[in-house]
């Protein structure tokens, strides 16, 4: 690794003013100034946006303020990660709380169609406040025990929020309230396709990966027509499954029976399976040529057969490399079987694109925001497995 | 005359460079010799500033280096490092040309001393001039890469472990053509090294260094003959020592009247080699020629044993 | 000696131009996948209009998306910058956990329909490979190489603009070519937030149970996705040729 400093100047001391630390606190300053929620009188109503003091009441007000400011001054003076994490976590705590409270102060007795959802105001003191956060986790190189109980610790306050009914007058709820168990269903089709394709590609992957490994002469043309395979973008690959799968399903026998249709999951899923094929396979090789050949010719020369060397020398040291694949498949299985949902594959896309056609900014978080949040917790959990798998072989 | 004026250099609470103060003549080669954290390294880079220093200047014929801007400074200083640094994305000639055209030279005088470089460090330039550093053998990357620190003529060179990563018998010949330039070129060498051999081998004047501290600077041969305290002792090696000091004296220096049996020994060649030859081809004493070849008398191993005997 | 691969490319290239030239040329081809008497080939829209379109969209983001990343990149890389560091690999980490798809729908609220959502979330997906891969290049310069470029006298623009973005060059050039690709598909999918593309074509498909169109649509953006990733591996193959290294192959 360069070390810049050295090789250019003598290294720049460190500057007295922390410059994130003023670009956060602007922001903060700006959550002040804007909107923090926006009151429709109805569904479709245009909404208006309320500042702080006026979507919540005085008390309440002013004790979001409070944490937001007191976020503010530590961003800029205070150089402990520990006490910049305590206060930007209390600063997101004090917004979330905050908005939950907005809903339930404006909602008018008498309207229930009336929708209070968060403003520009409230995105832009997220943001900040996250990246408060994030800057102060990363300064702390918290291992990956550390960041998972983290994520669980997150999750869990998520869910309290929303068990507790601290929510319960946003929009977003509401329109959540209005086809729960639509969601429910639509969930579980994302996660059972993401995860179901992610099981095939192991399943079928791996061991072509062991082979592309094994056999050099298979290798490069594997990795070509996958490579090809990875370049075609998903709508397209989802379209041109949709004529022979439709096909199959009306002329091979029984294939109609057990669920292959032209439209659907079947063309989802085949799609999915064939763009987890790549990294899979990709990073079985790297993996695999990874291993040290001093270790790989012990082996060899203690006596291990080929199948024991493979299962039990190379493959576990190859571990961490093919888990990154698992990874990067299952993180980009999630964010693919959004798109599924434009040929009736179902899972949260299905929200997603009916709030584009209904310009319905609900509706599109409803759908945008589970599978982003499903997707960002897969890639902390496996990142940590990895981790923990890779100490102590390097 | 170059001066390195009580330099120190801390890193955290540790001084790295401790206080050195010396003196280096124009158009000899210096050779700074040490353990690895000794600080030579350090020291070398705060002469062109590639490390500024915590306390103490540099100053080169009289200025104070700190004073120009450090780029320009750089551009009068030639400099090669044991991992050459040299341009991966650039053809040999471009790596070499890189100075003078950063100093702005036309384009044909930049031409004509890439080739005078080339020749001058026997590389083939119809060959290598467009060739790229990796499809270079090592001792020819190292080649060009001091030929590239000489490119712009620069009256002072530094050197870190130019010669660290090539093997022996390209060492030795490495060396000895570095040696042979610097007496053409007249050029200030300033050279950092862990290997007391080298440092004997090249240097008019060594400077051994331990902890950051400068513990002795003087020629080699008072270097061996009086070691300024036990840790420049340990250096040299008692093992080695007489055979380092064999190496500063020639045969020539050594011979009397007389004839001798077997092969003849050069009169320029160093009483190290000379004893060598004898020993190998179990003889007590051997003709000595000059450079003509024409006998000038003879050595023997009394005389040469009594030249390895310590200086009183 | 031209290779066999640059031969079957060509041939796809000129046979991609043939079609969108003269689709209805290639109506009897495509007839056998519509029922009803649909028409075979995209009558809503120029073919050729759309792919340029599509084509204009995706080049527009990513070329901003890699002015601002290189300059993000080079800025973190920097004395300057170095507090910003840490945090902003981490960012680059988090977004690219982000579906492509969340990021063009969360844009429509923001920015409405039409092309500026779409090329909005081009623009933000496509800043993190090239900040990445250009962050990656570099810090992973040999330092004896970069040591060598401040010691021959280059000023810090010198040894930034000469070594190290020549050097860094073919990591850049792949990152950019990842970018192009998720925008490409991207944009395919930007017709549902009214964006005019090639999308379209695959999405009227759907809408009239038309399985030329789908086809057609699907294989236009699919060949130039894959015409398109291949021009760029080989310049980044050039590109790293002239520094004797082979460009890696992430995944």
Redesign the interface.
């Known amino acids: 690794?360069?070390?810049?400093?050295?090789?250019?100047?003598?290294?720049?001391a460190?500057?007295r003013v922390?410059?994130?630390g003023v670009v956060i606190a602007i922001l903060v300053a700006v959550t002040l100034a804007l909107p923090f929620a926006t009151f429709r009188a109805t569904r479709i109503a245009s909404g208006t946006g309320l500042r702080l003091f006026d979507a919540l009441p005085p008390m309440e007000a002013a004790a979001v303020t409070a944490v937001l400011i007191a976020a503010l001054v530590t961003a800029v003076a205070s150089r402990s990660p520990v006490f910049r994490l305590v206060l930007g976590a209390l600063a997101i705590g004090a917004l979330a709380l905050g908005v939950g409270a907005a809903g339930t102060h404006l909602t008018p007795t008498d309207n229930p169609y009336a929708r209070i959802a968060p403003a520009s105001g409230f995105w832009v003191g997220v943001f900040a406040t996250a990246?408060l956060v994030?800057?102060a986790?990363?300064?702390l190189k918290l291992g990956p025990v550390g960041r998972l109980v983290a994520l669980v610790a997150t999750a869990a306050l998520i869910v309290a929020l929303l068990a507790s009914g601290a929510w319960s007058h946003l929009s977003l709820i509401a329109e959540y309230r209005n086809r729960a168990d639509v969601f429910w269903r639509e969930a579980i089709n994302h996660v059972v396709l993401a995860a179901g394709s992610l099981a095939a590609a192991v399943a079928i992957g791996l061991p072509l990966g062991v082979l592309a490994y094994q056999v050099r002469a298979v290798r490069d043309p594997m990795i070509n027509v996958l490579n090809?395979i990875q370049?075609?973008?998903?709508?397209?690959?989802?379209?041109?499954l949709?004529?022979p799968l439709?096909w199959i399903a009306a002329n091979v026998p029984g294939a109609h029976a057990i669920g292959i249709r032209g439209?659907g999951t079947a063309p989802a899923f085949l799609a999915l399976f064939l763009y987890s094929l790549?990294?899979m396979v990709?990073?079985t090789v790297?993996g695999l040529t990874g291993v040290s050949r001093a270790v790989v010719d012990a082996a060899r020369g203690m006596g291990f057969t080929d199948r024991q060397r493979l299962l039990q020398v190379e493959m576990p040291l190859a571990l961490p490399v093919v888990l990154?694949?698992i990874r990067?498949v299952l993180?980009q299985n999630?964010?693919?079987a959004?798109?599924a949902a434009?040929?009736g594959g179902g899972g949260f896309?299905v929200f997603?694109?009916q709030?584009?056609g209904q310009?319905a900014?609900d509706l599109?978080?409803l759908?945008?925001?589970p599978?982003?949040a499903l997707?960002?917790a897969?890639?902390v959990v496996l990142d940590a497995v990895i981790e923990i798998s890779g100490k102590g072989k390097a | 005359m170059i001066e390195l004026s009580h330099l120190t250099k801390v890193y955290g609470d540790i001084p790295v460079v401790n206080d050195v103060h010396m003196e280096i003549e124009s158009g000899t080669i210096t050779v700074i010799v040490g353990t690895s954290g000794s600080g030579k390294s350090t020291l070398l880079r705060m002469v062109n500033r590639l490390i500024e220093p915590t306390e103490g200047r540099v100053f080169i014929e009289g200025n104070d280096v700190s004073m120009m801007p450090a780029h320009e400074l750089r551009r009068s200083i030639g400099y090669a490092i044991q991992n050459h640094g040299l341009f991966p994305h650039w053809t040999v000639a471009r790596n070499i040309a890189t100075v003078p055209m950063l100093l702005g030279w036309d384009r044909k005088k930049v031409a004509a001393r890439v080739e005078e470089l080339m020749e001058l460090f026997q590389l083939d330039h119809a060959q290598f001039a467009g060739r790229y550093p990796h499809e270079l053998s090592g001792g020819q990357q190292q080649r060009v890469g001091v030929a590239r620190a000489l490119a712009a003529k620069p009256a002072l060179l530094l050197m870190d472990e130019p010669f660290g990563a090539l093997d022996p018998i390209i060492r030795a010949k490495a060396q000895t053509d570095l040696k042979a330039i610097q007496r053409r070129t007249g050029t200030t060498i300033l050279l950092v090294t862990h290997d007391m051999a080298e440092a004997v081998h090249l240097g008019d004047r060594i400077a051994v260094m331990d902890g950051g501290r400068l513990k002795q600077y003087a020629p080699a041969a008072d270097i061996l003959a009086r070691p300024a305290d036990a840790f420049v002792d340990d250096l040299i090696g008692s093992l080695d020592r007489p055979f380092h000091y064999l190496t500063l004296g020639t045969v020539g220096a050594a011979v009397e009247p007389g004839e001798a049996d077997g092969a003849p020994l050069a009169a320029d060649a160093s009483l190290y080699e000379g004893l060598g030859a004898l020993l190998w081809s179990g003889r007590k004493t051997a003709p000595v020629v000059d450079a003509a070849g024409a006998p000038i008398g003879r050595v023997s191993l009394d005389s040469i044993a009594g030249r390895a005997a310590r200086p009183r | 000696m031209i290779r066999p691969g640059t031969i079957l490319r060509l041939i796809v290239f000129l046979a991609l131009i043939a079609f969108l030239a003269a689709p209805d040329r290639f109506a009897g081809l495509l007839a056998p996948l519509t029922n009803n008497g649909a028409p075979p080939i995209y009558n809503q829209g120029s073919l050729i209009d759309l792919t340029l379109s599509h084509l204009f969209t995706v080049a527009v983001s990513t070329l901003a998306a890699a002015v601002v990343a290189v300059g993000l990149a080079i800025f973190v890389t920097r004395p300057a910058g170095a507090e910003f560091l840490a945090l902003s690999r981490a960012v680059v980490n988090i977004g690219q956990t982000f579906p492509p798809v969340a990021v063009l729908a969360l844009s429509v609220p923001a920015m409405g329909f039409g092309e500026a959502p779409t090329r909005m979330a081009l623009f933000l997906y496509g800043l993190l490979p090239i900040f990445e891969n250009t962050l990656v290049g570099l810090s992973t310069l040999p330092p004896a190489v970069v040591e060598a470029a401040s010691a021959m006298g280059m000023t810090n623009r010198q040894r930034l603009l000469k070594v190290e973005l020549p050097l860094a060059m073919p990591l850049i050039v792949e990152g950019i070519r990842l970018s192009a690709v998720i925008g490409l598909a991207t944009a395919t999918i930007g017709s549902t937030v009214a964006a005019k593309g090639l999308g379209e074509v695959i999405v009227a498909g759907l809408l009239s149970n038309n399985l030329a169109f789908i086809v057609q649509g699907g294989v236009i953006t699919g060949v130039l996705a894959v015409l398109i990733s291949d021009g760029f591996q080989a310049v980044a193959r050039q590109a790293a040729k002239r520094r004797g290294a082979r460009p890696q192959t992430e995944t």
Do not use: E, Q, Y
């Open positions: 690794m360069t070390t810049l400093s050295d090789a250019g100047t003598d290294g720049a460190a500057p922390d410059r994130l990246m994030t800057d986790m990363v300064r090809i370049t075609i973008p998903s709508m397209a690959l989802f379209g041109i949709i004529a439709g439209i790549l990294p990709a990073n790297v990154t694949g990067i993180v999630i964010g693919l959004t798109v434009l040929i896309g997603l694109f709030g584009l310009t900014t599109i978080l759908g945008a925001l599978p982003v997707a960002f897969a890639a």
